[in-house]
């Protein structure tokens, strides 16, 4: 009898094995989730990553699905507001898969252009509904005040949520947004007119209010400028009583000599005249030049 290869049997054996391993063994990875079907009926979820054990076909089949968030992005569609505005809106979303088994029969299979498709008439309906419950102001204005885009989402959100569960898509909407927001070209005269009209009111108040502080400052100023006047001419005033005062001590040493007075005046006035470097053309006579002379000239017809 033949003797058989040992490395063949080897390899036949983890064949054997990974063979059985794919019949009988399952992985869930961690972005999935999974569904195990017995004949083509749901009847287990696996929602934790690792390996698990089945049948081989036909008794079960595994259904793989990925658990983190689908992004979903609606149509630029025409809605109108409470005060019969009309609006161009674009809707974003991101969902998931929340209850495997019951996503799977709900949408063929689990499919998720399916769940797209049934998502897609939810947020349609829902900001048709929240955007027609709210003024034209609310998207756009020109006072800040106004704005509720915050609240007109969440609004939009929880109304989604709301529908999504009642039902039974098993999904839940992680977010919602507005990504854009439009008009049409017979409304956006009639918006800018408006616009125009709120900035102009704005200007008007802006213009008045500046009119209000420029009055007093000028105010302001023209007081503070009285009374710096005030007490500069206050302090000129004490200056001046004070250099009175102490001139006429020198006034009574004048009084005793008024010679020295008189020669001390023409002392200054010759000071005055050569101070700087300047030529004058002069009579001797005239004061206080005879100071220069070592004898007086006599005047003229003497």
């Known amino acids: 009898m033949k003797k058989r290869n040992p490395l063949a049997m080897v390899i036949g054996g983890v064949l054997l094995v990974v063979f059985g391993l794919l019949l009988f063994m399952y ?76 996503f799977f029969p709900r949408f063929r299979d689990g499919s998720t252009t399916e769940a797209e498709k049934s998502l897609e008439g939810l947020v349609r309906n829902a900001y048709s509904g929240v955007v027609g419950s709210h003024p034209f102001s609310h998207f756009i204005s020109t006072d800040p005040n106004e704005l509720k885009f915050v609240d007109i989402e969440a609004e939009i959100l929880e109304r989604v949520r709301k529908d999504a569960a009642s039902s039974g898509y098993g999904i839940e909407v992680a977010f919602l947004g507005i990504k854009r927001l439009g008009l049409p070209e017979s409304v956006t005269e009639a918006v800018f007119k408006r616009m125009e009209s709120e900035r102009q009111v704005l200007i008007d108040e802006i213009k008045y209010d500046g009119e209000q502080q420029a009055s007093a400052i000028r105010t302001a100023a023209n007081l503070e400028s009285a009374r710096l006047v005030t007490e500069a001419e206050a302090e000129a005033t004490s200056l001046i009583s004070l250099g009175q005062a102490e001139a006429a001590k020198y006034f009574k040493v004048f009084e005793r000599n ?21 030529t004058l053309v002069l009579d001797p006579n005239t004061s206080p030049l005879e100071l220069l002379l070592t004898q007086p000239v006599p005047a003229k017809g003497n």
């Open 258 to 278: 008024p010679e020295l007075a008189n020669f001390l005046l023409k002392l200054a006035g010759l000071e005055a005249f050569l101070k700087d470097k300047t």
């Open 27 to 102: 992985q869930v990875r961690v972005t999935e989730v999974a569904v195990v079907t017995t004949f083509g009926k749901p009847t287990r979820e696996v929602i934790d990553p690792g390996a698990y054990f089945k049948w081989p076909w036909p008794f079960q089949k595994v259904h793989t699905f990925d658990k983190r968030i689908h992004n979903f992005e609606g149509q630029f569609e025409t809605v109108l507001t409470s005060d019969h505005y009309n609006l161009l809106i674009m809707v974003y979303a991101g969902w998931r898969i929340e209850d495997p088994m019951v």
